[in-house]
């Protein structure tokens, strides 16, 4: 049975990281590399990557960290075929791409007839009944994977 605390745990961290990038304490790079970790440190347990990453995969890149206005597209790496490894050859904080960013990565991963245009048909035929799943929310979530934070470190401000 497979472990959800260990990613809320982490999602925590994310929520956290990102709040310091966004106030300009650290930089991109180093932003990246905690969001890499706390996808990564899941398998101290069997937990879930998506779950760490909850608080940014559905509203921010994962190349530029920009948040993504909602309606927007956002595309999953988890979406894509064989394409797990992009994540890690290039650096990426979370598995969601704003349409910039995807355009400018996939072609160079594409194998097999597969274009860019193949490649995006296929996601969004994926979800042509529920096309809000390759798209920004726009904001970040207001709960921890569905539960409530737990009680911030607002004495660090
Ligand atoms: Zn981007």
Request: aromatic fraction near 12%; charge should be negative; proline fraction near 3%.
């Amino acid at each position: 049975m497979s472990c959800h605390s260990i990613g809320m745990g982490l999602n925590e961290v994310v929520r956290m990281v990102i709040t310091l990038y966004d106030k300009g304490d650290i930089s991109m790079d180093t932003t990246k590399k905690l969001l890499a970790t706390c996808s990564q440190a899941v398998y101290w347990c069997d937990g879930h990557e998506y779950e760490a990453l909850d608080y940014i995969r559905r509203c921010r890149c994962g190349k530029c960290l920009r948040l993504i206005p909602k309606g927007e597209r956002l595309y999953s790496l988890y979406d894509t075929y064989e394409m797990f490894h992009i994540f890690r050859d290039e650096r990426l904080g979370s598995d969601g791409l704003c349409e910039e960013c995807f355009d400018a990565l996939i072609p160079k991963y594409c194998q097999d007839g597969e274009t860019l245009q193949t490649v995006k048909d296929m996601i969004i035929k994926n979800y042509e009944d529920e096309p809000a799943r390759y798209m920004s929310q726009g904001e970040p979530p207001k709960s921890n994977n569905g539960f409530e934070w737990a009680r911030s470190v607002d004495w660090f401000d």
